[in-house]
């Protein structure tokens, strides 16, 4: 059975990077103090054992040209009573052997010198470990001056147990003080992550539709996940609103429509006459089309909100799309009688965005021209290059006044006495489309002082480095639009 892998925490991160450097640390301390503690407790001892070698090496005296040293019964008890160590001595003279002593000491592998300056070592003396410290003096007469060796030794009982004891007096309150500091780290990591436990607590009492932003009253470490938050919370009611108002949008508008059809429909069951019928069924038709527009509108309107789902953005050749999307609309201006035309670039002009949502706003620009402008009229669809690209849609028709033109890019929104069929959508889709590519509209007269013109002024743009230089194309003809779009098939 495969090993559950524990999930990742915070809390036990913090706690483990927190107190493995402290442990560590806490040891480190310990084992210091105990070094010193032991160097000096070994030095108190060391300064023990120099006095008595200093006291041994006072008794020496010399008699009838040789040293001898003579000590009371009381004070060669004081020497070598102890109860917890036993104590060894001995006074020996270079090539005259030991003078006074209890013990045989093992050889020297190194020479004193002279002056009482105290030399320690570690040894071993009848087969117990010891601790020596080392003199060695002068005999004092100038006729015979001779070296003194005296050394004295005690076992290491003594100094065992004060390692002991003292290595428990370190390790106790160092561990209680670890204790302690496991302690107080654990609470201040677990108050440092109440602020995290807090946000998340905001957000779980949260139903879905409850986007109100979190409080802002946390510590700055906290707050970009705040601000975070904060931030979607915006975008998900902002999409929520723009879903909301598309359901109502798209609920009303369609209600009209849907009724309309299934009139038609049932009036076309009722007639017996087929010339009656078949006009019913054309009246189906049309407003079969006319449904069928609505949803396209509604549709595009919904991918063109600033909410809607992300789009791919690529860099775009604004005049490649423009000139495709005006040929699209060629078959619909023969119908109508409008001479429909292009000036502008062919290619080379860079724009980063949606090329699918850019074609719908060219297009819906050239549809409201078509329907709105004068029947044996003039559209033209222009773009201008530059630093800032300008495309425009200028027609020859009535025109709008320009009280209303903010208000007729508002949706469903038509000029009254309007005849032409439309869903008045379509300068709002324009709109929605190029806020989304950090465009402005505007509404304009036409060329003298007639019609209207459309202006989308884009902020920026980047020649797209082709063979030649973009050459400006001059108005194209219906007939030269036909034969651009039948040659591609």
């Not at 078509?370 to 425009?392: D, I, M, Q, S």
């Not at 849609?393 to 709008?400: A, C, L, M, Q």
């Not at 508002?410 to 190029?434: D, H």
Request: net charge negative; proline share 5%.
């Amino acid at each position: 059975m495969p090993r559950t892998r524990k999930p990742n925490s915070l809390r036990r991160l913090l706690l483990l990077r927190l107190i493995t450097p402290l442990a560590v640390l806490l040891l480190i301390g310990a084992y210091a103090a105990y070094r010193y503690a032991l160097h000096y407790a070994n030095y108190a001892l060391d300064t023990g054992l120099y006095d008595q070698a200093r006291a041994l090496a006072n008794q020496v005296e010399r008699s009838r040209g040789s040293l001898y040293l003579e000590l009371p019964k009381a004070a060669i008890e004081m020497f070598e009573t102890d109860t917890m160590d036993q104590h060894y001595y001995s006074v020996t003279v270079p090539g005259h052997g030991r003078v006074f002593g209890n013990a045989v000491f093992p050889a020297l592998n190194r020479t004193l010198a002279a002056d009482l300056r105290p030399v320690s070592f570690d040894t071993e003396i009848e087969g117990n470990d010891v601790h020596v410290v080392a003199i060695a003096m002068l005999s004092g007469e100038a006729s015979g001056n001779e070296r003194v060796l005296i050394r004295v030794a005690e076992t290491l009982n003594r100094r065992n147990q004060l390692a002991r004891e003292m290595l428990l007096t370190m390790i106790l309150p160092q561990g209680l003080l670890l204790v302690a500091a496991l302690l107080a780290i654990a609470y201040g990591v677990n108050v440092g992550l109440t602020p995290l436990a807090q946000v998340a607590g905001q957000v779980r009492i949260r139903h879905v539709g409850d986007l109100a932003p979190l409080q802002s009253d946390f510590p700055v470490e906290v707050a970009p996940l705040t601000e975070a938050l904060n931030r979607l919370f915006a975008e998900l009611s902002e999409a929520q609103q723009a879903q909301q108002r598309f359901i109502a949008d798209a609920a009303h508008q369609l209600r009209t429509p849907l009724a309309t059809l299934q009139v038609q429909a049932e009036r076309a069951l009722r007639e017996h006459d087929p010339a009656a019928g078949t006009e019913a069924v054309r009246h189906v038709l049309v407003a079969v089309q006319r449904l069928s527009h609505l949803v396209h509108q509604l549709l595009t309107l919904a991918r063109a909100e600033p909410a809607a789902a992300s789009q791919t953005v690529e860099e775009c050749d604004l005049a490649t799309l423009a000139r495709q999307a005006t040929a699209e609309w060629v078959p619909s201006a023969i119908e109508r009688n409008i001479d429909l035309g292009y000036h502008g670039p062919d290619r080379g002009v860079a724009v980063q965005g949606n090329s699918m949502l850019l074609h719908e706003l060219v297009g819906n620009l050239v549809d409201n021209a078509l329907k709105y402008g004068r029947g044996n009229g003039h559209v033209t669809v222009g773009l201008e290059g530059g630093a800032a690209p300008t495309l425009f849609v200028e027609d020859d028709g009535p025109g709008i006044p320009p009280e209303a033109r903010e208000h007729v890019m508002e949706r469903f929104v038509r000029l009254p006495g309007n005849s032409a069929a439309g869903c008045g959508l379509g300068l709002s889709i324009v709109r929605e489309i190029a806020a989304r590519h950090g465009a402005r509209v505007s509404i304009e007269t036409g060329s003298g002082d007639v019609g209207t013109r459309v202006v989308v002024a884009f902020a920026s743009r980047e020649e797209i480095p082709v063979g030649e230089d973009p050459e400006p194309a001059a108005a194209v003809t219906n007939e030269a639009k036909i034969a651009a779009v039948v040659g591609s098939d």
